[in-house]
């Protein structure tokens, strides 16, 4: 088996092509010595990205391709340990600021929920993933972690559990969810599983979907909505942004969300501030007057 099987066995055909070019550009520059290189020499090459990137973003996505390599190694038999396996850098955290130029109105959230699929064979399993990001606004970790056992199809709800960064709670289904999650459990996911494991969400090869799909399939709508940096995160934040604005208070908002502090939730009503400040610095003539600002937060 070639590297390029082993990644297209394992990943999105977009996903693969970016790893198979990282472990190239890796390869390149440990030379004869990458098969057998140790935890030290991995190291080495990531203080070499550090200079070169300085987007941690980057660097963490780098390290997984390599981490994938070796996992490669390993199932070919060239190797019996892996020398990255636990190694993440603390600093890999995407710029979650929110951008006011990038969030949705509700019907462009609602134009998320329709399209013609290309492959219709997916079409229910990229609608739940989608209907969850708009409706339940939850986070790519989040749906990563469903379980089948999760879904309550008789009284409506679905159970989100904890995770590093947000409570577990339970949220109400809208009707259209219930019949869609019904289609997905007895015709997709019943269809295509192809081992033991109680995720709800299961990728094409039939394997637990672990996020790379879900990203993915976000950036495929992004010709609905151009101008916009449309991502999972934006996503969410657009639908909790959306709440606030419409009066939901803050408090149901916070539990909806699972936001830990109130002052997480908080944030997201400066956003009507600072959308007005946008429009104000697009048509006023003295624009220069008015800057605009980023709102920080981290979920």
Same mark, same amino acid.
């Given at each position: !088996?070639?590297?390029?099987?082993?990644?297209?066995?394992?990943?999105?055909?977009?996903?693969?092509?970016?790893?198979?070019?990282?472990?190239?550009?890796?390869?390149?520059? !440990?030379?004869?010595?990458?098969?057998?290189?140790?935890?030290?020499?991995?190291?080495?090459?990531?203080?070499?990205?550090?200079?070169?990137?300085?987007?941690?973003?980057?660097?963490?996505?780098?390290?997984?391709?390599?981490?994938?390599?070796?996992?490669?190694?390993?199932?070919?038999?060239?190797?019996?340990?892996?020398?990255?396996?636990?190694?993440?850098?603390?600093?890999?955290?995407?710029?979650?600021?929110?951008?006011?130029?990038?969030?949705?109105?509700?019907?462009?959230?609602?134009?998320?929920?329709?399209?013609?699929?290309?492959?219709?064979?997916?079409?229910?399993?990229?609608?739940?993933?989608?209907?969850?990001?708009?409706?339940?606004?939850?986070?790519?970790?989040?749906?990563?972690?469903?379980?089948?056992?999760?879904?309550?199809?008789?009284?409506?709800?679905?159970?989100?559990?904890?995770?590093?960064?947000?409570?577990?709670?339970?949220?109400?289904?809208?009707?259209?969810?219930? !019949?869609?999650?019904?289609?997905?459990?007895?015709?997709?996911?019943?269809?295509?599983?192809?081992?033991?494991?109680?995720?709800?969400?299961?990728?094409?090869?039939?394997?637990?979907?672990?996020?790379?799909?879900?990203?993915?399939?976000?950036?495929?709508?992004?010709?609905?909505?151009?101008?916009?940096?449309?991502?999972? !995160?934006?996503?969410?934040?657009?639908?909790?942004?959306?709440?606030?604005?419409?009066?939901?208070?803050?408090?149901?908002?916070?539990?909806?969300?699972?936001?830990?502090?109130?002052?997480?939730?908080?944030?997201?009503?400066?956003?009507?501030?600072?959308?007005?400040?946008?429009?104000?610095?697009?048509?006023?003539?003295?624009?220069?007057?008015?800057?605009?600002?980023?709102?920080?937060?981290?979920?």
């Amino acid at each position: !088996m070639t590297l390029s099987n082993y990644l297209s066995k394992h990943h999105q055909a977009g996903t693969a092509k970016i790893y198979l070019f990282e472990i190239g550009h890796y390869l390149e520059w !440990m030379g004869e010595g990458a098969q057998k290189a140790s935890h030290e020499e991995v190291l080495c090459y990531v203080d070499y990205l550090r200079d070169r990137y300085g987007k941690a973003a980057t660097i963490s996505r780098i390290i997984h391709a390599i981490k994938r390599y070796y996992c490669y190694l390993q199932e070919i038999g060239k190797r019996r340990d892996h020398p990255c396996r636990l190694l993440n850098i603390r600093d890999a955290k995407e710029n979650r600021d929110i951008q006011i130029q990038d969030l949705l109105k509700p019907e462009e959230l609602q134009r998320l929920l329709i399209r013609k699929e290309r492959y219709p064979s997916y079409a229910l399993r990229n609608s739940l993933i989608m209907s969850l990001l708009v409706n339940q606004a939850l986070l790519s970790r989040e749906i990563v972690g469903l379980k089948v056992q999760d879904v309550n199809l008789e009284k409506g709800t679905i159970y989100i559990r904890q995770t590093s960064k947000t409570n577990g709670r339970t949220l109400p289904l809208k009707a259209e969810q219930i !019949m869609l999650i019904h289609r997905y459990l007895s015709g997709f996911r019943a269809r295509m599983v192809k081992e033991e494991t109680a995720a709800l969400i299961i990728t094409g090869r039939g394997t637990a979907e672990q996020g790379e799909g879900i990203h993915y399939l976000v950036t495929t709508f992004r010709k609905k909505l151009p101008g916009k940096k449309l991502t999972p !995160m934006t996503i969410r934040q657009s639908v909790i942004a959306n709440k606030l604005k419409a009066g939901k208070d803050l408090r149901i908002v916070q539990v909806f969300a699972g936001h830990r502090q109130p002052s997480s939730t908080e944030a997201y009503r400066s956003t009507n501030l600072e959308e007005l400040k946008v429009a104000v610095a697009k048509y006023h003539p003295l624009n220069e007057l008015l800057p605009t600002r980023q709102v920080g937060f981290n979920q």
